[in-house]
């Protein structure tokens, strides 16, 4: 009882003050930031979880903590990003060129001088695999093959059509090219829908191993002529091999091209978040790297982004000094 006041009177301030402190907590909680992912079966979801966790490390003392969202991938993240309903987010290079140019999903929005890079990740391969019986060894055998596409308006289908294109091929034939999505496509090779299937991914990846494994699938090589003049002249594609060895009835490496997976924001975001999030993934990239397949074999020197693809955060740009990764 407060000093003779009646029970029911004492209890009903009692109460009310203690809804005053708990709204009170409430506002004062720090709104966090938001890193935008991919979908939960895919590379991006834990990924990005990986990077908060470094992020909400005690020792980081970041002022606010970081959440990974979902979202439908790295054309989406880019436009959240763009739009300001999340931080950060994770996209792939060719992407993030197009959106910095205003150029393939990004014409009809136009281009945003405001996206910015912060840090390289890891190889996403351009990967076809065709079963072992349609005797598909590269890329150029998939002409006049039933091939499986991947749904339209994912990222990778931006690669998908800069490789369709060089090569001449037209994508509207109902009766040879298929879309699926990505749990659908090994059921479809398989099942003898298609011969072969597209798609973009790091290695090693679930889906990869399930085609191989279930219905004698091989990779397929993506090399040659045209592939070394989109390498020539398209700074954001980069020359990659996928290991011999790394998926049942795969031994030899097989070459194909890759975007790199990079985590974007905008120039908007201040100099002390971008800096703190470089900081804490590779203060702490040992770590970083145990979380997730993809991120094992990371090398420090490799996931400084390339300023010929966009610009760099310069709060990412004071790290990268700082540490003399750049000058």
């Not at 397929?220 to 390498?231: E, K």
């Not at 980069?238 to 997976?261: C, E, H, K, Q, R």
Request: hydrophobic share 45%; charged share 15%; proline share 8%.
């Amino acid at each position: 009882m407060l000093f003779g006041q009646p029970p029911f009177l004492a209890a009903a301030i009692m109460a009310s003050t203690l809804a005053g402190c708990m709204a009170v907590s409430v506002v004062l909680a720090p709104t966090p930031v938001t890193l935008a992912t991919g979908s939960p079966g895919g590379i991006y979801h834990p990924v990005g979880n990986a990077i908060c966790r470094m992020f909400n490390l005690p020792g980081e003392h970041q002022p606010r903590p970081c959440v990974a969202v979902t979202s439908d991938g790295a054309v989406a993240n880019i436009r959240r990003v763009a739009g300001g309903e999340s931080t950060f987010g994770l996209s792939q290079t060719d992407i993030a060129y197009a959106a910095f140019h205003g150029d393939g999903p990004f014409a009809a929005s136009g281009p945003n001088p405001k996206l910015r890079m912060l840090i390289a990740l890891y190889p996403e391969a351009f990967t076809a695999i065709a079963r072992a019986d349609t005797g598909i060894r590269d890329f150029q055998d998939l002409r006049g093959k039933r091939i499986g596409i991947g749904k339209s308006g994912a990222g990778y289908t931006y690669t998908r059509d800069v490789l369709l294109e060089l090569y001449g091929w037209v994508i509207p034939n109902p009766e040879r090219v298929l879309e699926f999505g990505p749990a659908d496509q090994n059921e479809a090779l398989c099942d003898y829908k298609v011969d072969a299937i597209i798609f973009e991914a790091g290695h090693p990846n679930g889906l990869t191993q399930e085609a191989t494994t279930a219905c004698r699938a091989r990779l397929v090589r993506v090399t040659g002529p045209l592939i070394d003049r989109l390498l020539a002249t398209h700074s954001y594609y980069i020359a990659t091999v996928i290991p011999g060895g790394m998926y049942a009835g795969n031994p030899d490496d097989v070459p194909t091209i890759s975007t790199l997976a990079v985590l974007v924001t905008s120039s908007d975001q201040p100099d002390e978040l971008a800096y703190g999030v470089v900081k804490a993934v590779f203060k702490n990239l040992a770590d970083f790297r145990r979380l997730h397949p993809a991120l094992s074999t990371l090398d420090i020197k490799d996931m400084v982004p390339i300023e010929a693809v966009i610009p760099i955060h310069p709060g990412a740009l004071k790290y990268y000094r700082e540490v003399a990764l750049l000058h």
